[in-house]
C-alpha cells in the first residue's frame, strides 16, 4: 500500500507538500498540486482519514439535523447539500428526527451530532421551539438553520418569505373570483406554517374576504394527515370553492378525495398547493401552486456552513421570492400576481 512518501518520491516533491496538499493548509503551486495528483493517481493513493483527521483537527464531516427523511421536500434538501459538500471534499451525516416534537429529544439529537464531531451542522427545522433550544445549547461548530428564520442573524439563517407566499395565495385565488376560499395548514407550531397562515388569512381580510373559521383546518404535511384534514373539511358540510393547502402533498391528497366524490377540478372546486416539487407538474389534474426557491435555500446555507467552518469564501446565492405557478387545478388568474 502506498504511503505519502511514496507519493512525494514519485512526485519529485517534499513530504511537507503533500501533506499541505492534501491538508488544504498551506500554499502549494499549481505545479506541484498536479504532480501530487497524478502521483496519488497512479499509486491509487487514498489518504487515511481518521489521520488527516487528527491532524487537521477537522472530520470532515457536516451533520444535518431534520425532522423527517420522507417528502420530496426534505429530499430535495439533502440532494443539494450532499452534493454540495462532495465538491469541496466534505461529508455528510444525517440525524433524523423521527417526528419527535420534544425539546429534550431535540436537543439530544443535536447533541450527538457535536460528538460526532462534525465541523459544522445544518439544522432543517421549521419548529419554533428551535430558538429556545439553541439559547441553552450552544453548539461548538458553526450552525445554520434551514427554513426557520432566526434573530441569529442572516449568517446562520437562510428561510423563505413564507408570509409572502401566503398572501400570493390569497391574492391568486381571489384573482380568479373565489369567494368561498377554504384552508388547509400544517401543524401551527412550526414557523413556516405559522408565517404563510397569516400571510393567507391577513390578504384575505385586505381584500375583504375573511375565511369561515369552518373552513380553516390545522393539519400536517404527511400524506396521512392531509387526508385525514381533507376529510375533517368535508365533514363539515359548508360549501367552499377553492382549497388552498399548506403544502403539495397535501394538495395531491386532496386532489384525490375531491374527485372520488365526484368534484371536478377546478370547475367545482379549484386546489392550490404550496413548495412546486417535482411531482406538482404531473398530478391529475396538473396542480397549480406557490413555487419556493428550496434548492437555492439548502445550497445557500450548504456553502455558509462551509465558509464558517473552513474559512472558505464561497458565493452565497440570493434566494427567490415566492411565486404563484399556474397549472390546471385553478382557474386561470392574472399573471401579476405578487406579494406587493
Not at 465538491?87 to 417526528?99: D, F, P, R, T, W
Not at 428551535?130 to 428561510?159: E, Y
Not at 409572502?164 to 373570483?177: E, K, N, T, Y
Amino acid at each position: 500500500m502506498a504511503t505519502i512518501k511514496d507519493v512525494a518520491k514519485l512526485a519529485q516533491v517534499g513530504v511537507g507538500t503533500v501533506s499541505r496538499y492534501l491538508s488544504g493548509r498551506g500554499g502549494v503551486s499549481e505545479k506541484s498540486e498536479l504532480k501530487v495528483r497524478e502521483a496519488m493517481r497512479q499509486l491509487n493513493y487514498r489518504p487515511n482519514s481518521l489521520a488527516r483527521a487528527l491532524s487537521t483537527q477537522r472530520s470532515n464531516l457536516i451533520g444535518l439535523w431534520l425532522p423527517s427523511l420522507s417528502g420530496p421536500f426534505y429530499q430535495q434538501l439533502i440532494e443539494v447539500i450532499e452534493y454540495e459538500l462532495r465538491q469541496h471534499g466534505k461529508h455528510l451525516i444525517l440525524a433524523n428526527v423521527g417526528g419527535a416534537c420534544c425539546r429534550e429529544i431535540y436537543r439530544r439529537h443535536l447533541e450527538d451530532l457535536i460528538h460526532r464531531d462534525c465541523d459544522g451542522i445544518l439544522m432543517a427545522c421549521p419548529e419554533l421551539l428551535v430558538d429556545d433550544m439553541l439559547q441553552t445549547q450552544q453548539p461548538s461548530p458553526p450552525l445554520i438553520l434551514i427554513n426557520h428564520a432566526s434573530d441569529r442573524g442572516a449568517n446562520h439563517s437562510f428561510s423563505v418569505d413564507h408570509y409572502a407566499g401566503g398572501r400570493i395565495a390569497a391574492q391568486s385565488l381571489l384573482a380568479a373570483g373565489h369567494q368561498r376560499i377554504a384552508c388547509i395548514s400544517g401543524r401551527l407550531s412550526a414557523q413556516d406554517a405559522q408565517l404563510r397562515q397569516r400571510g393567507f388569512l391577513d390578504e384575505l381580510a385586505r381584500q375583504g374576504q375573511p375565511i369561515d373559521p369552518d373552513l380553516l383546518i390545522d393539519g400536517r404535511y404527511d400524506f396521512a394527515g392531509g387526508r385525514l384534514a381533507v376529510q375533517h373539511l368535508l365533514s363539515k358540510g359548508r360549501h367552499f370553492d377553492a382549497l388552498f393547502c399548506g403544502n403539495d402533498k397535501v394538495a395531491l391528497v386532496a386532489l384525490s378525495e375531491l374527485q372520488a366524490r365526484g368534484l371536478r377540478i377546478p370547475e367545482d372546486v379549484a386546489v392550490l398547493g404550496y413548495d412546486d416539487v417535482d411531482f406538482a407538474a404531473v398530478s391529475s389534474p396538473p396542480l397549480s401552486t406557490i413555487a419556493i426557491p428550496i434548492e437555492q435555500m439548502a445550497l445557500a446555507a450548504s456553502r455558509q456552513v462551509l465558509n464558517l467552518a473552513y474559512q472558505l469564501e464561497l458565493p452565497i446565492p440570493e434566494l427567490a421570492p415566492p411565486r404563484y405557478v399556474a397549472r390546471h387545478s385553478t382557474r386561470p388568474a392574472p399573471d401579476n400576481v405578487t406579494s406587493n
